[in-house]
């Protein structure tokens, strides 16, 4: 069972398979212990926030002056050691399932090792000082509790490896390219009188090669090349020449490489699928062993296998998903009778790079002609297209009101935006009805689809509740005669739409 849920989750077999230390391995992976590690990791990341100096402020204008709050000696830094804590707990407990040989292999655990020692001993020192440090080193190496803890910036880290020897030559080359640039713009744009090239981008030589920088990312390209174009045309050449060799060949360069070079990824890929084909192999040769131990087979039997029932009995114990288990399941008892072979039993686990096919619930069957017709034309993938335009056209109205009216101040806008809306609403709830009937209230959910698009009916309609009541009170027939003391009240409704009068 461990060794199969090693291969589910890319994990290495090295580590110890012994009883005890298999219930340990099981403990460490179970779901509660890794959220109470990913928990740890959030939190010490998150101190930097409220730590000391905070800069938690309304505004971060610095002509208002707030009282910024920092905690008190002693907050933080026991939130702080109860993380390093996790993580020491963390780090003995995998030392301990892979065995001294492993973990000392593993540069990743040992850098880990390095980076709490250091942490707990800034840590010791800081208290010491009650807290006035100017340094805390260990907020350096925060970040690296979150790379050691995913395998995903691990891989990404091996490929950054990777690139920087193919991408240093083109980086020099950039480098050389910005250093001539700067010498030649610093002696063509010489200090004359009202030469605002010089003043405003070639002034010396540090503003030189901010402002060509600068311009190699287009971030300032025309402005820096405006004043000296508008002296002389001909400096105009200058720029043309660095824009073209510069950010059109050597930055298209420098991406080709990068791009060629991180394919490298692809061989990190092809190490976790190596750790899968190998937890299964070892999950195989275990089980095969434990079958001839119960199971005497015949001489001519050369093949290995093992029973179709002792598979079914292990994957009931792996904690996987559960349509994966059932696909595996299912494969199992309609291919093989019996036995299982070794290829078999290695194809078995393909099912895990499938797609899940989700099934829908049945239509409900309506006996009325009308909701047989509702469930015909609400069905159909083109009342999704049409829904699409009407919500389409709520946005193009919605802009047109707002262009209409951007001049005016809140106060003096008309009700049109609400009026608008409302009706809008008031179809997309129709729509979302019909829909419900159509498909039944199980299948409607089912949908991600449906659900997103009924949410967001739903608090439309909430927040536009008391506008959608008087557009609906005004299309239902009142009495011709309306008691005197109501009309001071309608009249407050009709004039500033103030719904709580209404009411």
Known sequence: VVLIEDAIHYRSVNHRLDGRSIKLYRWYYSR???WGLNAGIFVILALAFIEKPSSLSVTSDLRFKHTLWNPPCGLTEVIEIICLLVFTLDLVVKSYLIGREEFLKCKWLVGYMVVIMVSVIDWTMSLSMTCDETV??????????????????????????????GITSVILLVILHLCLFTIFGMLL?????????????????????????VLLTTANNPDVMTPAYTLHRGFSIFFILFSGFGTYFLMNLLTAIIYNQFRGYLMSVQTSILRRCMGIRAAFDLLHCQSHRDITFSEDDTIECIPVQTVQMVMKRVQMKDYYREAIMKVTCQ????????????????????????????????????????????TKHSVTVVGNVVALANVVCICIILVIECEKTVSEREDYLETVNCFFI????????????AFGWKTY????????????????????ADKSLIIVSSLIPHPKKIPFKYLPKLNLVQCHGCCMTYK
């Open 445 to 464: 959910v089912s949908y991600g689809s449906n659900i997103f698009d009924g949410s967001l009916t739903v608090l439309l309609l909430v927040g536009h």
């Open 335 to 378: 291919s093989y009778s019996g036995r299982i072979p070794r290829e078999a039993f290695q194809r078995l686990f393909d099912e895990l790079d499938k797609d899940r096919i989700k099934k829908h619930h049945p239509l409900p069957e309506y006996s009325s002609k009308f909701l047989q017709m509702v469930q015909y034309i609400f």
């Open 32 to 34: 509660i212990c890794q």
């Open 426 to 437: 008031l179809y997309y709830l129709l729509e979302m009805l019909l829909k419900m009937t």
């Open 136 to 165: 805390r080193i260990r907020k350096l190496l925060r970040p690296f509790y979150l790379l050691q803890n995913s395998s995903l910036m691990k891989k990404s880290l091996k490929c950054i490896k990777r690139t920087l020897p």
């Open 189 to 213: 744009f010489a200090k004359r009188e009202e030469d605002m090239e010089r003043e405003l981008y070639f002034k010396n030589l540090s503003q030189s090669l901010t402002s060509l920088l």
